[in-house]
C-alpha cells in the first residue's frame, strides 16, 4: 500500500483499539528543514490510549518515559512500506517496577492485536 494509505490505515486500527495519535513526526520534512537532507517517507506517530497512559501512570509516576507508544511508518527505497510497533514489556523493563512490567504486558496484547490486524 502507498505510504500515506499506510498512515490513514495504522492511525484507524490504532483508534479501533482505543489509541489516538498525539504526536506525528514527520522524519523526512524534519530533516529537509534542520540540515537540508534528503531521506525517505518516514514517520513516528505516537499511539496514546488514555486509560492505559491513565493506569501506567497510576503505578509508576516515571512510566511516561514510555509514552507515547511510537509507531513507525517508513517507505524503503523500493517502495515497499514498512510498520514497526515498540515493545511496551521491554520498555517498561527499563524502569524496574514489576507492577509496571504486568501492566505493560497488557498493553502490548492490544498492540499485537493492532499490528496483527494490519
Given at each position: 500500500?502507498?505510504?500515506?494509505?499506510?498512515?490513514?490505515?495504522?492511525?484507524?486500527?490504532?483508534?479501533?483499539?482505543?489509541?489516538?495519535?498525539?504526536?506525528?513526526?514527520?522524519?523526512?520534512?524534519?530533516?529537509?528543514?534542520?540540515?537540508?537532507?534528503?531521506?525517505?517517507?518516514?514517520?513516528?506517530?505516537?499511539?496514546?490510549?488514555?486509560?492505559?497512559?491513565?493506569?501506567?501512570?497510576?503505578?509508576?509516576?516515571?512510566?511516561g518515559v514510555m509514552m507515547p507508544c511510537n509507531v513507525i511508518v517508513q517507505?524503503?527505497?523500493?517502495?515497499?512500506?514498512?510498520?514497526?510497533?515498540?515493545?511496551?514489556?521491554?520498555?517498561?523493563?527499563g524502569l524496574n517496577n514489576k507492577a509496571l512490567e504486568d501492566f505493560a504486558?497488557?498493553?502490548?496484547?492490544?498492540?499485537?492485536?493492532?499490528?496483527?490486524?494490519?
Open positions: 500500500m502507498a505510504f500515506d494509505d499506510a498512515i490513514a490505515h495504522v492511525t484507524a486500527i490504532l483508534k479501533e483499539y482505543g489509541f489516538g495519535i498525539i504526536t506525528e513526526i514527520d522524519v523526512k520534512d524534519t530533516l529537509k528543514k534542520k540540515i537540508d537532507a534528503d531521506f525517505r517517507p518516514y514517520r513516528i506517530l505516537g499511539a496514546c490510549n488514555p486509560l492505559f497512559a491513565h493506569k501506567a501512570l497510576l503505578t509508576d509516576n516515571k512510566a517507505q524503503h527505497d523500493d517502495e515497499k512500506v514498512e510498520i514497526t510497533i515498540i515493545n511496551p514489556d521491554a520498555a517498561a523493563q504486558c497488557e498493553v502490548t496484547k492490544s498492540l499485537r492485536q493492532v499490528y496483527r490486524k494490519i
